[in-house]
Protein backbone atom coordinates (compact mmCIF):
# COMPACT_ATOMS: atom_id res chain seq x y z
CA UNK A 1 0.00 0.00 0.00
CA UNK A 2 0.99 3.32 -0.47
CA UNK A 3 3.50 4.64 2.55
CA UNK A 4 1.44 8.08 3.99
CA UNK A 5 4.59 8.73 6.69
CA UNK A 6 7.45 11.47 6.12
CA UNK A 7 10.02 10.46 3.58
CA UNK A 8 13.08 8.84 5.94
CA UNK A 9 16.47 10.84 5.44
CA UNK A 10 18.39 9.25 2.96
CA UNK A 11 15.80 6.98 1.34
CA UNK A 12 16.43 5.99 -2.20
CA UNK A 13 13.65 7.14 -4.29
CA UNK A 14 12.80 4.11 -5.73
CA UNK A 15 13.23 0.57 -3.77
CA UNK A 16 12.57 -3.51 -4.80
CA UNK A 17 12.55 -5.00 -1.46
CA UNK A 18 11.19 -8.42 -0.29
CA UNK A 19 12.25 -9.93 -3.74
CA UNK A 20 14.88 -12.39 -4.45
CA UNK A 21 15.40 -14.00 -7.95
CA UNK A 22 15.82 -17.67 -7.81
CA UNK A 23 16.35 -18.71 -11.64
CA UNK A 24 13.16 -20.97 -12.34
CA UNK A 25 11.59 -20.70 -9.39
CA UNK A 26 11.28 -16.98 -10.32
CA UNK A 27 10.02 -17.80 -14.08
CA UNK A 28 8.05 -20.66 -13.82
CA UNK A 29 5.16 -18.36 -12.48
CA UNK A 30 5.93 -15.67 -14.88
CA UNK A 31 5.17 -17.92 -17.66
CA UNK A 32 2.60 -19.63 -15.76
CA UNK A 33 0.95 -16.52 -15.55
CA UNK A 34 1.02 -15.82 -19.11
CA UNK A 35 -0.13 -18.69 -20.37
CA UNK A 36 -2.92 -18.15 -17.71
CA UNK A 37 -3.89 -14.86 -19.30
CA UNK A 38 -3.87 -16.12 -23.16
CA UNK A 39 -6.11 -19.02 -21.71
CA UNK A 40 -8.44 -16.73 -19.72
CA UNK A 41 -8.93 -14.47 -22.87
CA UNK A 42 -7.84 -16.05 -26.07
CA UNK A 43 -10.42 -18.97 -25.82
CA UNK A 44 -13.70 -16.91 -24.93
CA UNK A 45 -13.00 -14.36 -27.52
CA UNK A 46 -12.27 -16.67 -30.49
CA UNK A 47 -15.22 -19.12 -29.35
CA UNK A 48 -17.24 -15.44 -29.54
CA UNK A 49 -16.13 -14.63 -33.15
CA UNK A 50 -17.31 -17.84 -34.48
CA UNK A 51 -20.46 -17.34 -33.06
CA UNK A 52 -20.61 -14.51 -34.89
CA UNK A 53 -19.43 -15.13 -37.85
CA UNK A 54 -21.76 -17.87 -38.32
CA UNK A 55 -24.85 -16.66 -36.55
CA UNK A 56 -24.62 -13.08 -37.00
CA UNK A 57 -28.12 -13.25 -37.02
CA UNK A 58 -28.32 -13.68 -33.17
CA UNK A 59 -26.60 -10.57 -32.78
CA UNK A 60 -28.33 -8.22 -34.87
CA UNK A 61 -25.12 -7.66 -36.61
CA UNK A 62 -23.95 -5.59 -33.63
CA UNK A 63 -20.68 -5.64 -33.07
CA UNK A 64 -21.04 -4.32 -29.83
CA UNK A 65 -22.70 -7.46 -28.97
CA UNK A 66 -20.17 -9.62 -29.97
CA UNK A 67 -18.01 -7.87 -27.77
CA UNK A 68 -20.46 -8.38 -24.85
CA UNK A 69 -20.68 -11.98 -25.70
CA UNK A 70 -16.60 -12.19 -25.29
CA UNK A 71 -16.32 -10.37 -22.12
CA UNK A 72 -19.04 -12.53 -20.38
CA UNK A 73 -17.17 -15.94 -21.96
CA UNK A 74 -13.75 -14.31 -20.67
CA UNK A 75 -15.92 -13.48 -16.93
CA UNK A 76 -17.05 -17.06 -16.67
CA UNK A 77 -13.35 -18.04 -17.29
CA UNK A 78 -12.08 -15.67 -14.64
CA UNK A 79 -14.93 -16.93 -11.82
CA UNK A 80 -13.14 -20.13 -12.95
CA UNK A 81 -9.85 -19.60 -12.70
CA UNK A 82 -10.39 -18.04 -8.80
CA UNK A 83 -12.27 -20.88 -7.61
CA UNK A 84 -9.77 -23.25 -9.15
CA UNK A 85 -6.91 -20.70 -7.53
CA UNK A 86 -8.90 -21.00 -4.12
CA UNK A 87 -8.42 -24.71 -3.96
CA UNK A 88 -4.63 -24.71 -5.37
CA UNK A 89 -2.95 -22.00 -4.00
CA UNK A 90 -5.62 -20.91 -1.01
CA UNK A 91 -2.65 -18.29 0.37
CA UNK A 92 -3.90 -16.35 -2.75
CA UNK A 93 -6.50 -13.49 -2.38
CA UNK A 94 -8.60 -12.67 -5.61
CA UNK A 95 -9.77 -9.60 -3.28
CA UNK A 96 -13.52 -10.76 -4.82
CA UNK A 97 -15.14 -9.24 -1.96
CA UNK A 98 -17.15 -6.44 -0.68
CA UNK A 99 -14.92 -3.24 0.37
CA UNK A 100 -14.33 -4.31 4.03
CA UNK A 101 -13.86 -0.58 5.13
CA UNK A 102 -13.54 2.26 2.62
CA UNK A 103 -14.67 1.39 -0.92
CA UNK A 104 -12.55 4.31 -2.55
CA UNK A 105 -15.25 4.12 -5.27
CA UNK A 106 -15.34 8.05 -5.06
CA UNK A 107 -11.46 8.20 -5.48
CA UNK A 108 -11.51 5.32 -8.29
CA UNK A 109 -14.59 7.56 -9.94
CA UNK A 110 -12.11 9.98 -10.20
CA UNK A 111 -9.30 8.07 -11.59
CA UNK A 112 -11.33 6.78 -14.21
CA UNK A 113 -12.35 10.30 -15.77
CA UNK A 114 -8.38 10.61 -16.15
CA UNK A 115 -7.89 8.39 -17.55
CA UNK A 116 -11.05 8.54 -20.20
CA UNK A 117 -8.98 11.89 -20.95
CA UNK A 118 -5.43 10.11 -21.17
CA UNK A 119 -6.75 7.54 -23.58
CA UNK A 120 -8.61 10.31 -25.61
CA UNK A 121 -5.93 12.21 -26.31
CA UNK A 122 -3.32 9.12 -26.91
CA UNK A 123 -5.74 7.40 -29.26
CA UNK A 124 -6.74 10.44 -30.88
CA UNK A 125 -4.53 13.52 -30.78
CA UNK A 126 -4.38 13.69 -34.76
CA UNK A 127 -8.25 14.20 -34.92
CA UNK A 128 -8.64 16.38 -32.26
CA UNK A 129 -6.18 18.89 -33.19
CA UNK A 130 -7.72 18.88 -36.48
CA UNK A 131 -10.96 18.70 -35.27
CA UNK A 132 -11.48 15.71 -37.75
CA UNK A 133 -14.31 13.36 -36.40
CA UNK A 134 -12.92 10.51 -34.58
CA UNK A 135 -13.50 7.25 -35.98
CA UNK A 136 -14.14 4.58 -33.75
CA UNK A 137 -15.98 1.89 -35.28
CA UNK A 138 -19.22 2.54 -32.70
CA UNK A 139 -22.50 2.05 -33.67
CA UNK A 140 -24.27 5.49 -33.38
CA UNK A 141 -27.89 3.78 -33.48
CA UNK A 142 -30.28 3.70 -30.58
CA UNK A 143 -29.37 0.68 -29.82
CA UNK A 144 -25.76 0.86 -30.83
CA UNK A 145 -25.14 3.53 -28.61
CA UNK A 146 -25.97 2.12 -25.18
CA UNK A 147 -24.88 -0.88 -26.17
CA UNK A 148 -21.28 -0.14 -26.64
CA UNK A 149 -21.47 2.16 -23.50
CA UNK A 150 -22.50 -0.95 -21.53
CA UNK A 151 -19.90 -3.27 -22.68
CA UNK A 152 -16.80 -0.40 -22.40
CA UNK A 153 -18.08 0.04 -18.47
CA UNK A 154 -18.33 -4.28 -18.56
CA UNK A 155 -14.87 -4.33 -19.56
CA UNK A 156 -14.32 -2.77 -15.84
CA UNK A 157 -14.84 -6.31 -14.11
CA UNK A 158 -14.30 -8.97 -16.56
CA UNK A 159 -10.90 -7.50 -16.90
CA UNK A 160 -10.35 -6.80 -13.30
CA UNK A 161 -11.40 -10.47 -12.57
CA UNK A 162 -8.86 -11.78 -14.90
CA UNK A 163 -5.62 -9.56 -14.31
CA UNK A 164 -5.59 -8.12 -10.90
CA UNK A 165 -8.03 -11.12 -9.17
CA UNK A 166 -6.51 -13.73 -10.44
CA UNK A 167 -3.02 -13.23 -12.09
CA UNK A 168 -2.07 -10.22 -9.24
CA UNK A 169 -3.08 -12.93 -6.37
CA UNK A 170 -1.45 -15.82 -8.03
CA UNK A 171 2.01 -14.17 -8.35
CA UNK A 172 1.31 -12.30 -5.10
CA UNK A 173 2.45 -15.12 -3.29
CA UNK A 174 4.55 -17.18 -6.29
CA UNK A 175 6.65 -14.33 -6.69
CA UNK A 176 6.70 -12.01 -3.79
CA UNK A 177 8.57 -8.59 -3.29
CA UNK A 178 7.39 -4.97 -3.00
CA UNK A 179 8.09 -1.93 -5.21
CA UNK A 180 8.20 1.82 -3.92
CA UNK A 181 8.61 4.90 -6.03
CA UNK A 182 8.53 7.77 -3.54
CA UNK A 183 5.11 7.18 -1.53
CA UNK A 184 3.49 4.88 -4.49
CA UNK A 185 4.12 1.32 -3.73
CA UNK A 186 2.49 -2.14 -5.13
CA UNK A 187 3.70 -5.21 -4.83
CA UNK A 188 5.94 -6.91 -7.19
CA UNK A 189 3.07 -8.95 -8.76
CA UNK A 190 1.28 -5.71 -9.50
CA UNK A 191 4.18 -4.44 -11.72
CA UNK A 192 4.51 -8.25 -13.61
CA UNK A 193 0.64 -8.17 -14.48
CA UNK A 194 0.88 -4.36 -15.67
CA UNK A 195 3.38 -5.32 -17.96
CA UNK A 196 1.30 -8.63 -19.40
CA UNK A 197 -1.72 -6.25 -19.15
CA UNK A 198 -0.11 -4.25 -21.82
CA UNK A 199 0.93 -7.23 -23.90
CA UNK A 200 -2.37 -8.06 -24.05
CA UNK A 201 -3.50 -5.21 -26.20
CA UNK A 202 -0.62 -6.68 -28.80
CA UNK A 203 -3.22 -6.55 -31.63
CA UNK A 204 -3.73 -2.76 -31.59
CA UNK A 205 0.22 -3.04 -33.70
CA UNK A 206 -1.89 -5.07 -36.21
CA UNK A 207 -5.01 -2.82 -36.71
CA UNK A 208 -4.16 1.05 -35.28
CA UNK A 209 -1.88 3.41 -35.92
CA UNK A 210 1.91 2.82 -34.45
CA UNK A 211 1.37 6.08 -32.18
CA UNK A 212 -1.59 4.80 -30.96
CA UNK A 213 -0.28 1.15 -30.34
CA UNK A 214 2.23 2.07 -28.66
CA UNK A 215 1.02 4.60 -26.45
CA UNK A 216 -1.79 1.89 -25.68
CA UNK A 217 0.62 -0.21 -23.90
CA UNK A 218 2.32 2.54 -21.94
CA UNK A 219 -1.15 3.44 -20.36
CA UNK A 220 -2.13 0.08 -20.18
CA UNK A 221 0.94 -0.20 -17.58
CA UNK A 222 0.86 2.36 -15.78
CA UNK A 223 -3.09 2.00 -15.47
CA UNK A 224 -2.51 -1.30 -13.92
CA UNK A 225 -0.36 -0.21 -11.43
CA UNK A 226 -3.02 2.31 -10.63
CA UNK A 227 -5.75 -0.23 -10.45
CA UNK A 228 -3.62 -2.88 -8.14
CA UNK A 229 -2.72 -0.07 -6.18
CA UNK A 230 -6.77 0.82 -5.70
CA UNK A 231 -7.11 -2.75 -5.35
CA UNK A 232 -4.51 -3.19 -2.13
CA UNK A 233 -6.18 0.56 -0.56
CA UNK A 234 -9.58 -1.05 -0.40
CA UNK A 235 -8.87 -4.36 -0.07
CA UNK A 236 -11.28 -5.58 -3.05
CA UNK A 237 -11.94 -5.44 -6.52
CA UNK A 238 -15.05 -3.08 -6.50
CA UNK A 239 -12.73 0.42 -6.88
CA UNK A 240 -10.16 -0.62 -9.93
CA UNK A 241 -13.57 -2.14 -11.55
CA UNK A 242 -14.94 1.24 -11.33
CA UNK A 243 -11.76 2.88 -12.29
CA UNK A 244 -11.19 0.63 -15.05
CA UNK A 245 -14.80 0.64 -16.84
CA UNK A 246 -15.85 4.32 -16.34
CA UNK A 247 -12.09 4.83 -17.97
CA UNK A 248 -13.60 2.96 -20.87
CA UNK A 249 -17.14 4.27 -21.08
CA UNK A 250 -16.22 7.74 -20.86
CA UNK A 251 -13.22 7.82 -24.02
CA UNK A 252 -16.15 6.14 -26.29
CA UNK A 253 -18.90 8.21 -24.99
CA UNK A 254 -16.84 11.51 -25.77
CA UNK A 255 -15.85 9.74 -29.35
CA UNK A 256 -19.12 9.52 -29.84
CA UNK A 257 -19.87 12.85 -29.11
CA UNK A 258 -17.31 14.20 -30.77
CA UNK A 259 -17.67 12.14 -33.69
CA UNK A 260 -21.35 13.84 -34.20
CA UNK A 261 -20.35 17.09 -33.15
CA UNK A 262 -17.77 17.39 -35.88
CA UNK A 263 -19.65 15.48 -38.63
Do not use: C
Not at 100 to 111: H, T, V
Not at 167 to 191: A, C, D, I, K
Not at 223 to 240: C, D, H, K, T
Amino acid sequence: MTDTTAPTPGRPLFQLSGFRFRSWSTIWPILLAAILMQLMLWPAREAARWLFKHQAGWFHHQVWAFVGLAELFQLAAGLAAILIMRRLLPQADPHLRWPPQRSYAGLALLIGVGMALVMLLADYWPQLLSRTPPQGGYEMTPIGIPGWLAVMFAAGPNEEIIFRGVLVGMLTVLVPGRVRLERFEVPLSGVIVGLLFGAAHYQSFFNDPLYQAVAQQLYAFVFGLIYVWLMERSRSLLAPMIAHGAGDLLEVAAVMLLSVAWA
